[in-house]
């Protein structure tokens, strides 16, 4: 299994006995269907120094009957496994199970608690991930400038980083399935009987493993190179608006086109201890609505003949696993500026039959465009982050003025100058802490960290001092069925935003921030909450992953490529109904780029042989939301070459060969979910660990590690999983009822066979045998 969610492999089965029971009690939310139930498992990842999360002892099944955990271990002296309601989900539980981790203990089984009387809603929650999200105690704390020790989550209980490994743990989704289930762990003895049991299959590799370990695998029989994991990864998307940069060129720097760069950025991702349900409505889908509607509206407003008259270039950029050691974000801004992308290859066509026409392209490591490296030099960064949920009504907040960033006090003091009618923005009263002043966990932290704070810019959120406490950070509660989404706030942030980023591509360095939210103000409107496209997209991100609207972008921009590239490479994993921000791993299937060479793919190629044939050419497959994201970038920045606001009708990119209005140097027209031509603004970047790379001339799945390796990165892999891994929650009867099968059975063979031998003696008397 390559990324979790993707398809039904783990599934919770429940076989209920036949006699029927109380209305209540087990076998009633089955009456319909006996036989499988939706769970979702706390997975094993591994890291550079170690592995965490849940996991089985070896391939052994673990089994025990359900007990009830309400805070203190059970009084059970057989196999049990602990059933606790989601917010008794605490360090201190775990902590407490896992103390009799030597004993009895088999696995955990998490409860929705909407089953409550109450609903759930009078209930504590408790965020998973760490008081320091990505910070002090984790994997990814060597990737922070200022202090990694500030407390951003104050209701961070650290379970990301408990390793499990011999405790299993589902979360069960059905909450008339947790009411039943509550119900008979409740009412268990440890009288041995008819008892409700779990069985667990979920073997994620061995204790003591590590990233490295893994990736480097060979089977013990062949000495043969097999993997074992994945590195957590995927696609980023990022765009400009404007004629595109020049790239490619002998000497970048004497290009005029070459312009500084204002980045507009956001992390995509989010995650939660069960990776298949990571709604991340506030942590991702709020992140991707403020840049998509800030985007929409430059290019509303904004010609590209005025944007190339700025003295910056803006680019937008939405960072695939930000989660996990800031991939995405590290990943770009090191091969655009810190130290630069270095190609190990000769530059080549990504599509060897279109010559010229296609994009240059790196085949060792593979990059399908080289269009990154006509980024200018990085001025600075705009962040946003968490802004669906607020502390009060009708304020944001920036941070980053309170520190020496001369370039962030002037970013956000724009940003405080670019509010709305409803909506103004607030400095953020995050303590100094002794003059090392802590930054949120977002793609500036790896701005400020890879350019040593030379570069710097600001953060927008929807949060103060610290994360809301109303919403659990990186839980499965962070979604839109249990909390409102204010999409006010977002239309109002993704207006200011806009406002903000123009703004400061207009300064001409004199950092005159009330000229320049003057400027930007004048221009851009304000983004009004009912509006079509923002309702539409919020609905997709926050209640169905497969809208009409996804899929429509999505299949587009899928076909564009497939007849760019001239080969079917599959169909782009769509995402989750209940939509799933979880980054996943990187895999051809995932984002991964490959390269064809003749008749083969490969992760990375050294050789001589790319170009022989027409076919050879650099392919990517983005996920579903990330080409949708393609595909909207390109729609809502593309149109600013038209002068008559006339576009030519398309279905895919082979209806836009003819079109006169994207002529400037390099540009070149595609096809977008909104059925128009429009001129090619977006453009995808690997989300990999920047430790890690694909193997030369083997297939995609294989990785080594960098020779050049700081040793500072997280790098986070996830186990390839079995096929058949799940729970199973039973009813067993005791040794009785298997001893008496047992026993009538013996007795009726007994009796079969004494019937044959009396039958076979009459047959010889009669001469029949």
Not at 302 to 315: A, E, F, M, Q, Y
Not at 367 to 375: A, E, H
Not at 425 to 449: E, K, Q, R
Not at 717 to 743: C, K, M, Q
Request: aromatic share 10%.
């Amino acid at each position: 299994m390559f990324r979790t969610g993707a398809a039904a492999y783990a599934l919770l089965i429940l076989i209920p006995s036949p006699p029927a029971v109380a209305d209540d009690g087990l076998d009633k939310p089955f009456t319909s269907s006996f036989a499988r139930l939706e769970h979702a498992p706390c997975t094993s990842l591994f890291h550079r120094n170690g592995r965490i999360g849940c996991g089985t002892e070896d391939t052994s099944l673990q089994v025990g009957k359900l007990k009830y955990f309400d805070g203190s271990l059970p009084d059970i002296k057989s196999p049990y496994v602990a059933v606790m309601d989601e917010e008794m989900l605490t360090v201190d539980s775990i902590n407490t199970l896992l103390s009799a981790r030597g004993g009895y203990l088999q696995g955990i089984l998490v409860l929705n608690s909407t089953s409550e009387e109450d609903g759930g809603q009078n209930n504590q929650y408790y965020s998973p991930d760490s008081l320091y999200p990505r910070g002090y105690g984790t994997p990814s704390a060597n990737l922070n400038y200022g202090t990694n020790a500030y407390a951003w989550n104050p209701k961070g209980q650290g379970l990301f980083d408990i390793d499990m490994h011999g405790i299993p743990m589902a979360y069960v989704i059905d909450s008339d399935v947790s009411k039943s289930l509550r119900k008979e762990a409740q009412s268990v003895s440890d009288a041995p009987g008819d008892n409700i049991v779990a069985e667990f299959n979920y073997y994620m590799g061995p204790d003591k493993m590590t990233s490295a370990k893994c990736l480097a695998w060979k089977d013990v029989a062949t000495n043969q190179w097999n993997p074992k994991c994945l590195p957590i990864g995927g696609t980023s998307v990022w765009a400009t608006p404007g004629s595109p940069p020049s790239y490619g060129d002998a000497d970048n720097d004497s290009n005029a086109n070459i312009r500084p760069v204002v980045v507009l950025a956001a992390g995509m991702d989010s995650t939660s201890m069960f990776h298949d349900i990571s709604p991340g409505a506030n942590t991702a889908a709020s992140n991707i609505l403020t840049v998509l509607m800030a985007a929409r509206l430059i290019g509303k407003y904004v010609n590209d003949s005025t944007l190339d008259s700025l003295p910056n270039r803006i680019v937008f950029a939405l960072f695939e696993a930000e989660q996990y050691g800031f991939v995405g974000s590290r990943s770009f801004l090191r091969e655009v500026a810190y130290p630069g992308f270095e190609c190990k290859s000769t530059l080549v066509r990504a599509v060897s039959r279109l010559g010229e026409k296609s994009d240059l392209a790196c085949i060792n490591p593979v990059r399908p465009s080289m269009k990154f490296t006509g980024l200018g030099q990085i001025k600075g960064m705009l962040s946003v982050d968490q802004l669906g949920y607020l502390l009060g009504d009708g304020v944001l907040y920036v941070h980053a003025d309170n520190n020496n960033d001369t370039y962030g006090t002037f970013l956000a003091n724009i940003i405080k100058n670019s509010g709305t009618n409803s909506f103004s923005v607030a400095s953020a009263t995050v303590n100094n802490n002794n003059n090392a002043y802590p930054y949120p966990p977002t793609p500036l932290t790896s701005l400020l960290h890879l350019s040593e704070g030379a570069v710097g810019g600001a953060v927008l959120t929807g949060y103060d001092y610290a994360f809301t406490n109303k919403v659990p950070y990186h839980s499965h509660r962070d979604s839109a069925d249990y909390f409102s989404v204010n999409l006010k706030s977002i239309a109002a942030a993704a207006t200011i935003a806009a406002r903000s980023i123009l703004a400061a591509a207009y300064d001409n360095g004199s950092y005159d921030y009330a000229t320049s939210a003057n400027y930007a103000k004048n221009l851009i409107g304000e983004l009004s909450y009912d509006d079509k496209d923002l309702v539409a997209l919020s609905n997709c991100l926050l209640h169905n992953g497969q809208c009409e609207l996804i899929q429509k972008y999505s299949s587009v921009d899928a076909s564009n490529e497939r007849i760019r590239f001239g080969r079917y490479m599959g169909s782009p994993n769509p995402m989750p109904k209940a939509a799933n921000f979880y980054a996943g791993v990187y895999h051809r299937y995932y984002g991964q780029p490959v390269v064809s060479v003749g008749d083969q793919l490969y992760g990375a190629y050294n050789g001589n042989d790319y170009g022989n044939k027409d076919s050879d050419a650099v392919h990517i497959l983005p996920e579903a939301l990330e080409s949708a994201i393609h595909g909207l970038f390109n729609d809502y920045l593309g149109r600013g070459s038209s002068s008559n606001g006339k576009f030519t009708s398309c279905k895919t990119v082979s209806d836009c060969g003819n079109v006169d209005y994207c002529s400037a140097e390099g540009d070149r027209a595609t096809c977008t979910g909104g059925g128009v031509c429009v001129c090619e603004r977006a453009s995808y970047h690997v989300a990999l660990d920047e430790a890690l790379l694909p193997a030369e001339n083997k297939p995609a799945g294989f990785f080594v590690v960098n020779e050049n390796d700081e040793g500072i990165s997280a790098m986070y892999t996830e186990p390839n999983w079995s096929n058949d891994v799940g729970v199973r929650v039973y009813r067993d009867a005791g040794w009785l009822p298997g001893f008496l099968s047992l026993a009538a059975g013996l007795a009726v063979g007994s009796a079969s066979i004494f019937a044959a031998f009396v039958l076979r003696i009459g047959l010889k008397k009669e001469k029949l045998y």
